[in-house]
């Protein structure tokens, strides 16, 4: 997988000044109708035994989960007639990216364009077989558009909205205009989305494709009928097979010490860091003021020590991502390339690295923390999800039929395209990275 640094030079991002990210964030969050201006995306819980009898008690919606890095893009304009547009990472920093336009519906010049817009997506790197790349940012929600909140519509309402009214004139104008295509930092679509039943197909047909391109780690389940929640949602399940199962940990490298020079007047210890450290601690965050506990140890081997040292990055206090790999005589790693790490030694439970996360700030809560492992300890295999999928489509079915018969809208009903369009109310906004004050600050963000 790329690094967002690497992604973010690839669409020729430019990262927003301090001043410049802090007028943003709160353009953001009053466009969401809120006072905190931290990252306001929302983030799934992991997939755990239990979950499998909540898809058969709501509907769902399930996609791949792409392996690439998380951004919302925030749709705003500088003047009435210049667009511009940021892409928003986990760290809450902002990135103008040139060249981009997201024409409005029923305009032929393809000059009106959307305004006050939040997406929710993931930018990857999709590479062929013919050894081409190219840079896309694929959709999976949208809170607001055009200055409208949709946070409150049902999930399939909010694709449909993003669909309609920004994808389907996106793909218009670069039909008739495919010379322009050279220009674009990168292609936008929306991600393959399946009832929640339909799983078997997404393991034999979408996973297998999607992993020749960008690769895959999982799957996620959003739930159909709940509204858009920023943080931690209860209804948004990550299920990932047990060797892909990982937390990211702030990580405390201990180094090894000895003794200072007799003549030396200070004698306090002095840190060999040369040496191989003497432990690898695994910090997670529990709130507050940079509340950071242990939680456990890395094991690296020297050969990993050193693969990491030479990647000349900065590793104390860095964001690692790790696996827990189980207890056994011979440790086969799925994160090293299909080999074995340790020969026929027999070891522990011990966590192992996966890579670095550059694109996090934090290690993960310990909420989250806790749920990874109960997922760990109480796994939910491929078999067992393909398994329960005539159960989860039969009470889909049943839902559907009992609300048919009660004369409301069918629960399990596919995301439906628009009878009509709905108009929205345009608000000003930007253009090379700055943003001017045209208009006053007041949005309608009621759903």
Known sequence: ?????????????????????????????????????????????????????ELTRQDYYVMEKTDGIRFL??????????????LIDRKNDYYYVPDLHFPAPDDPTYAKFHADTLLDGELVRDTYPNGKSELKYLVFDCLVMDGKSLMQRTLDKRLAYFKEMILKPYKQMYKEMPQEIQYRPFAVEDKTTQFSYGVEM????????????HGNDGLIFTCRSTPYKIGTDEH?????????????????????????????PDQSPVIDYEAFPRAFELLVYHGGNDDYRP???????????????????????????????????????????????NGNQAHPQRWRFHRLREDKVHANHISTVESVMESIQDAVSQDDLISAAPTIRDAWKRRQTESAAG???????????????????????????HKRKYEADGVDAEG
């Open 202 to 213: 997404m393991f034999k047909e979408v996973i297998p494709r999607v992993k020749k391109l």
């Open 236 to 264: 948004i399940l990550k299920w990932k097979t047990p060797e892909e199962n990982t937390i990211d940990f702030v990580l405390s490298i201990r180094w090894q010490e000895f003794d200072p020079d007799p003549s030396d």
């Open 73 to 86: 893009m925030y749709l705003t304009r500088e003047g009435p007639d210049k667009e511009i547009h940021y």
């Open 295 to 341: 939680w456990g140890n890395l094991y690296l081997t020297p050969k990993e020590w050193n693969d990491l040292k030479v990647m000349n990055k900065p590793l104390q206090d860095a964001v690692v991502e790790c696996w827990l790999e189980p207890a056994s005589s011979k440790t086969f790693s799925p994160h090293n390339n299909g080999t074995y790490t």
């Open 1 to 53: 997988m790329s690094s967002p640094q690497e992604l973010i030079a690839a669409c020729r991002g430019i990262k927003a000044d301090d001043d410049l990210a802090h007028m943003f964030r709160q353009e953001v969050a009053r466009l969401l109708g809120r006072t905190n201006t931290n990252f306001p995306g929302a983030q799934p819980v992991s997939f755990a035994a239990r979950h499998i009898a």
């Open 407 to 433: 004369g409301r809208p069918a629960s399990g009903n596919a995301p439906a395209l628009m009878q009509h369009q709905q108009s929205f109310q345009h608000q000003g906004h930007g253009e090379n990275g």
